[in-house]
């Protein structure tokens, strides 16, 4: 009987393994699938990532719920790039790259949390009459990702996307030579029709000023000599 409860054990060990192998998997698919929806103005895919009570942090401001979201990402973002259209315009340039994944996974597997980096390279090309008003012809961007996912009946949603702006440049002259064309969030809406629900306490200035990105993990290494002691 021993060896009977030791090979269960063993079993419900390799299975819970399997299981968060497979979570770490689904949620990169998830933070994967938000770049490529933006690549190409998918937005309303974009907003049916999240949870119906999610946020996402963006330019020191929180767009709360479904209804935030939507105005950050459609009645803002595809406004302005690309006239409030679906499906990227011949000539125009917005691929999202997402990388350097660290996923942790909570005990009971209902919760996790996902750093990212992102890098951003966007534009128009001359063919595209359609130039975003205050945004250069030819731009790069990079930021950090601290986000929160919940399982929603059985299917990872993002629950708190937190991107942290870390620079942006005109491509002609470099990030050594230009400031973040964006700049924190001031007016809350609906004064602002496209602004935030809420402010953050701490402002975030944008480039050149840098922002700390504190991690959600523990050290890899130092975490578990710890725990052996």
């Given amino acids: 009987m021993d060896e009977i409860e030791a090979l ?26 938000y770049g490529y929806y933006i690549d190409y103005c998918h937005y309303e895919d974009v907003v049916n990532l999240f949870a119906e009570d999610a946020e996402v ?32 315009d011949d000539g125009f340039l917005f691929d999202h790259i997402q990388m350097q994944d660290v996923i942790t996974i909570a005990d009971d597997r209902k919760t996790a949390k996902g750093r990212f980096r992102g890098v951003l390279l966007g534009g128009s090309h001359d063919i595209r009459k359609f130039r975003p008003e205050g945004v250069p012809q030819q731009f790069m961007e990079s930021g950090i990702y601290e986000n929160d996912y919940v399982r929603e009946d059985g299917v990872w949603k993002i629950k708190r996307l937190d991107y942290m702006l870390q620079w942006q440049a005109d491509y002609e002259t470099g990030w050594a030579h230009t400031d973040a064309h964006l700049r924190p969030a001031q007016v809350l809406y609906p004064e602002d029709p496209l602004g935030p629900d809420v402010l953050l306490d701490t402002k975030r200035e944008t480039w050149p000023y840098r922002q700390d990105t504190p991690v959600h993990y523990a050290h890899p290494v130092i975490a578990k000599k710890l725990a052996k002691r």
Avoid: M, P
């Fill in 57 to 88: 942090i963006f330019l020191s401001g929180v767009y709360k719920g479904h209804a935030g979201i939507r105005r950050l990402y459609i009645d803002w973002i595809q406004q302005l790039f690309n006239q409030g259209r679906e499906g990227a």
């Fill in 8 to 33: 269960k054990q063993q079993n419900a060990e390799l299975a819970d393994r399997l299981g968060r192998l497979e979570d770490i998997t689904d949620i990169r698919r998830i933070q994967f699938s």
